[in-house]
């Protein structure tokens, strides 16, 4: 079985100052996929960053790092330089395999994100 | 321009009604899901589907149908077995390969009364 944990329902940060947001994952099998969704008020899922279990260096997209350590099961996400617009939802999310070799995506439970001016 | 339409955005129903929820898909994606959000979680998966006239039960397929006759399209039925229907629901797409993203539609906020 999958699981992801977010343990930080939610976080404040300071406008142009960097973020992280925690997650730790756990499976048994070897080849997965790790995802970093944000979630705005109006409730479109927007994918922002994705991080493979084989990938050697840590996936980065603009502001957005996965800051992905293995051996611990973290996949941490940090935003740098956060915008008043960074404030939302934020769903960290694992692919693996389900019940006859599908690929299923299991979600976190979030964190609320909210960047002060 | 490619993406997921889900209509419609909010829905209300009176209890012992089924209803049903389009999804509809233009990026050519094998593969499509139906999750269910409640306040303040996580989406849990209802149904999924990987090809056209196929679809397997997710973790919370109880009370639930869906249909996959044409690959652009995915519609999920809440039947009035289902005991706490109201909720967000959110459809996506992917391709059947490689990272698998998921591309999300913007939902609908269904309300049942």
């Known amino acids: 079985a999958q699981k992801i944990t977010q343990t930080q329902p939610g976080m404040f940060v300071q406008e142009k100052e960097a973020v992280t947001l925690d997650c730790t994952y756990d499976?048994?099998?070897?080849?997965?996929?790790l995802f970093w969704y944000k979630q705005p008020s109006s409730g479109e899922m927007i994918f922002l960053i994705y991080?493979?279990?084989?990938?050697?260096q840590n996936a980065t997209e603009g502001r957005y790092s996965l800051n992905f350590q293995k051996a611990r099961k973290s996949a941490n996400l940090v935003i740098s330089a956060s915008q008043l617009g960074d404030s939302a939802m934020y769903f960290c999310?694992?692919?693996?395999?389900?019940?006859?070799?599908?690929?299923?995506?299991?979600f976190g439970t979030g964190t609320k994100l909210q960047v002060i001016p | 321009d490619g993406g997921i339409t889900q209509s419609p955005k909010y829905l209300f129903r009176k209890e012992g009604q089924n209803v049903t929820l389009s999804c509809e898909q233009n990026l050519n994606h094998d593969a499509m899901y139906w999750y269910r959000q409640d306040p303040g979680q996580g989406l849990r998966l209802i149904y999924y589907s990987q090809i056209v006239n196929d679809f397997q039960k997710g973790d919370i397929a109880e009370g639930y149908s869906v249909s996959r006759e044409k690959k652009e399209s995915f519609p999920l039925t809440v039947t009035s077995a289902q005991k706490n229907p109201t909720a967000f629901y959110l459809c996506?797409?992917?391709?059947?390969?490689?990272?698998?993203?998921?591309?999300f539609g913007p939902g609908t906020r269904l309300t049942v009364t």
């Open positions: 999310a694992m692919r693996g395999r389900y019940s006859g070799g599908y690929q299923k995506v299991t």
């Open positions: 991080q493979g279990s084989y990938d050697q």
């Open positions: 996506a797409s992917s391709i059947v390969q490689g990272s698998y993203e998921q591309y």
């Open positions: 499976t048994s099998d070897p080849s997965y996929g």
